[in-house]
């Protein structure tokens, strides 16, 4: 089955943290990206990875990382997180099949205290 | 700038027809995308739009007007769990792999 696996679906943590949101994708995509929803301002782009060792910045890339090391995953990494991180996460991906539509991972709820 | 706009929010009765509007404003264009998503739950895929017109899938169908940077999603015989939020998404540009913009969503709420 098709499927994009995020892990955890809850995380609760303290500002400044180190934390990572694992993404990975048994489709053969390509293209990976994350989003951060925020009621009010929808989903916002932070990074994206067009292939392996590609990657770039969405609209609010600040306070995070990605790295692309193999094609099945797309890591998100918070260095220090702070409240206003606090949001719910989306790793999508992209690629042949709904005409590139995205196919979206279950979901993050970070919560910075 | 790049901007998507739909309504907040619809109502609509169970069993009615309800359509949900999108204009767009971005420097390219790759297609018209529309996603549902229920509450606590991620977006899915719903249709996909190139050309000018009506694509039908069941229940849904999408519309384009490429020329008037406008498109609709409709529903028909509508359904409680059609209640959820729907957003248009348009790629700002005119490739493939260019960056996927979302509009805010439209929360449709059915009533009984």
């Known amino acids: 089955e098709a499927q994009v696996t995020q892990n955890p679906r809850y995380l609760i943590t303290v500002t400044g943290k180190k934390l990572t949101v694992t993404c990975s994708q048994n489709?053969?995509?390509?293209?990976m990206s994350w989003y951060r929803q925020d009621p009010g301002l929808g989903l916002r782009q932070i990074y994206y990875?067009?292939?392996?060792?590609?990657?770039d910045k969405g609209d609010v890339p600040e306070g995070y990382k990605v790295s692309r090391k193999e094609k099945r995953n797309f890591p998100l990494i918070l260095e220090s997180p702070s409240p206003n991180q606090t949001s719910l996460y989306f790793c999508?991906?992209?690629?042949?099949?709904?005409?590139?539509?995205?196919?979206f991972g279950s979901g993050t709820r970070l919560t910075v205290v | 700038g790049q901007s998507l706009e739909q309504p907040s929010e619809v109502t609509a009765v169970e069993g009615a027809i309800v359509q949900i509007n999108c204009t767009y404003q971005?420097?390219?264009?790759?297609?018209l995308s529309w996603y549902q998503q229920h509450d606590g739950g991620a977006p899915t895929f719903l249709s996909y739009?190139?050309?000018?017109g009506l694509e039908e899938t069941g229940r849904f169908s999408s519309f384009l007007s490429r020329s008037d940077s406008y498109g609709y999603l409709l529903l028909q015989e509508l359904q409680m769990k059609d209640s959820a939020s729907y957003f248009c998404?348009?790629?700002?540009?005119?490739?493939?792999?260019?960056?996927?913009?979302f509009g805010k969503g439209t929360r449709l709420h059915i009533l009984p």
């Open positions: 990875s067009m292939n392996v060792e590609v990657t």
């Open positions: 971005t420097s390219g264009f790759y297609g």
């Open positions: 998404a348009v790629r700002d540009g005119w490739n493939r792999d260019d960056k996927i913009i």
């Open positions: 489709m053969n995509h390509e293209y």
């Open positions: 999508a991906t992209s690629g042949e099949g709904d005409n590139y539509g995205y196919t």
């Open positions: 739009n190139a050309l000018d």
